[in-house]
Structure formats: structure tokens, C-alpha cells
């Protein structure tokens, strides 16, 4: 249990589809992450928010929308996707921005 | 360029053999290293961590890392492997004391053979 949460598992989408990927942290962390896993690829990092403001952004096209209402949830919003942005789709949390990162399970991303 | 190699994509041993997971960098300066593992289905979880002081870190699962500076390597061994131990390794380098700057490396698969 990494306390870490991602909803759906598994997303199958059209390349007109609009969906979101939600992420959900029970440890009272103030940090989140995106991150994108492409088979035998680097894991990159997308996103970075800190106290529910973005820190960081990793010149993510902007088909690539996230949001971070607060610094439980962080959502990853998605239109017009591309078949190579399927992949696994990682959210991790830390107490901060210099403290270990625990990882949820990952939503698994297939655009048709 | 900074980056991080690990040179193995999969290895498979025997259960309670011994492992070794390679891993090098690419940095002017002492980096933060860590490894990471990924079970099938599951997330990154830390394995360990190196920031400075003694070279031999220890972590969970009864792993444990060396970071030797003269060959810019942070190799992860195990003395004798399980069958639960199958999965995917992740090193890492951070530049920086923060999560912003960790660069990971693309993984090296473990086999594990009854």
C-alpha cells in the first residue's frame, strides 16, 4: 500500500476523445508528480506541482492539460491525443520537493 | 550531457543466486543516486538511497548499493535472490537536492529461475 491512488487503471481512447486521468494522495504530502513510462524508455517527468502550484513543466505539449485542486489530487487532463502518447501514465507524491517520492500504480494509456 | 546508463536490459539468475544490477552516470559533480523497483502492475517503490558519508547504503529487501566515484557506478546487489524479487529496476540521479532534477535510467528486467 504506497497510499498513492490512480483511477481509471486502464484508459482506451480515440484521438478526438477527451478524458482525465486522476490521481489521489493519502499522506499528507504537499508535492506531486506526472510522470510518463514508455516501453524501454527513461521514466520523464512532465509535471511538478508544489503546495497545488506548478513548478515545473517539461515542455509538455499542450494536449497535456494537469490540474492540482489541492495537495490530495492531481489530474492529468487529455484531448486530441497522439497513438505515441500511449504509455504508462505514473503520479507520485512527496513531503516535498527534496524528500523520497512514493508512486501510485500507474494508468495504462492506449490511443487508438 | 548528464545521464544515466544501465547497460543490462534483462538478466536472469537463479533463485539464491547472487545479483548484481549495473548502473552509471554521466556528471561532473557527486550526484544523489537511488534505485527504484517495479513490480508488475505496481508503481516505482525506493529500494535506497545515496546522498554522502559511507559509500555502502543499505536498503530494504535486503538490497544494498556501492557508489564508487573513480567508475561513476551505482551498482545494486543482492547476496541471494527470491523468486519475489522478479521485476523491474529503476536507477536514478538527481543533480540537484530536488525531485525536479532525478533523471532515471531506462531499467533492467530480473528473471528469476526456480
Known amino acids: 500500500e504506497t497510499g498513492v491512488t490512480q483511477t481509471p487503471r486502464h484508459l482506451v481512447m480515440g484521438m478526438t476523445n477527451k478524458k482525465s486521468l486522476k490521481c489521489e494522495q493519502h499522506l499528507g504530502h504537499n508535492a506531486m508528480y506526472w510522470y510518463k513510462q514508455s516501453a524501454k524508455k527513461p521514466l520523464e517527468l512532465m509535471f511538478v506541482y508544489n503546495f497545488k502550484e506548478q513548478t515545473e513543466n517539461n515542455s509538455v505539449p499542450s494536449r497535456f492539460s494537469p490540474e492540482c485542486p489541492n495537495s490530495s489530487h492531481l489530474f492529468l487532463h487529455l484531448h486530441t491525443l497522439q497513438p505515441e502518447d500511449s504509455a504508462l501514465y505514473l503520479c507520485?507524491?512527496?513531503?516535498?520537493?527534496?524528500?523520497?517520492?512514493?508512486f501510485g500504480p500507474g494508468t495504462r494509456l492506449t490511443v487508438l | 550531457a548528464q545521464s544515466v546508463t544501465q547497460p543490462d536490459i534483462h538478466i536472469t539468475v537463479s533463485e539464491g543466486a547472487s545479483l548484481e544490477l549495473r548502473c552509471n552516470y554521466s556528471y561532473g559533480a557527486t550526484p544523489y543516486l537511488f534505485w527504484y523497483v517495479q513490480s508488475p502492475g505496481q508503481g516505482l517503490q525506493l529500494l535506497l538511497k545515496y546522498f554522502s558519508g559511507d559509500t555502502l547504503v543499505q536498503g530494504i529487501k535486503g538490497f544494498e548499493a556501492e557508489f564508487k566515484r573513480s567508475q561513476s557506478s551505482f551498482n545494486l546487489r543482492k547476496p541471494s535472490v527470491h523468486w519475489s524479487d522478479a521485476a523491474e529496476y529503476f536507477c536514478?540521479?538527481?543533480?540537484?537536492?530536488?525531485?525536479?532534477?532525478?533523471?532515471f535510467g531506462a531499467g533492467t528486467r530480473l528473471t528469476v529461475k526456480p
Open positions: 507520485a507524491s512527496s513531503r516535498d520537493r527534496t524528500d523520497t517520492q512514493y
Open positions: 536514478a540521479v538527481a543533480y540537484s537536492y530536488n525531485n525536479n532534477d532525478m533523471r
